[in-house]
């Protein structure tokens, strides 16, 4: 049985950093790609940031220079550090696992930017 349990949302001020971490189960991690997506009511899910087994990263226009995706194969985890948050990083964070045909979603972790 695959899962990805995202862990780290919350609120934070703009400005602020925060980070999120995924932990994956059920699958050969290193040969997967690994990402992060945000939604938010009403839009669709949109790619955050998202890393290849073997570290080539892919940045999000609105996000790159700011936010910083990396993964511990050791350990079954991809990270996504978020610095300088603005309110419009306010979303549902989902964490992404992909393999060919194969795509797996985590349940999804609130990160609210605000004053």
């Known amino acids: 049985q695959v899962q990805l349990v995202e862990s780290g949302g919350g609120l934070v001020q703009p400005g602020g950093s925060l980070g999120l971490s995924c932990v994956a189960s059920?699958?050969?991690?290193?040969?997967?790609?690994m990402g992060w997506y945000r939604q938010t009511p009403g839009n669709q899910r949109e790619l955050v940031a998202k890393i290849t087994g073997g570290a080539r990263t892919t940045y999000g226009d609105s996000v790159k220079g700011r936010f910083t995706i990396s993964r511990g194969n050791a350990k079954n985890t991809v990270y996504l550090q978020m610095n300088s948050l603005k309110p419009e990083d306010t979303a549902v964070y989902y964490c992404?696992?992909?393999?060919?045909?194969?795509?797996?979603w985590g349940q999804g972790t609130q990160v609210t930017v605000s004053s």
């Open positions: 992404n696992g992909n393999y060919y045909q194969n795509t797996y």
């Open positions: 059920g699958i050969i991690f290193s040969l997967h790609t």
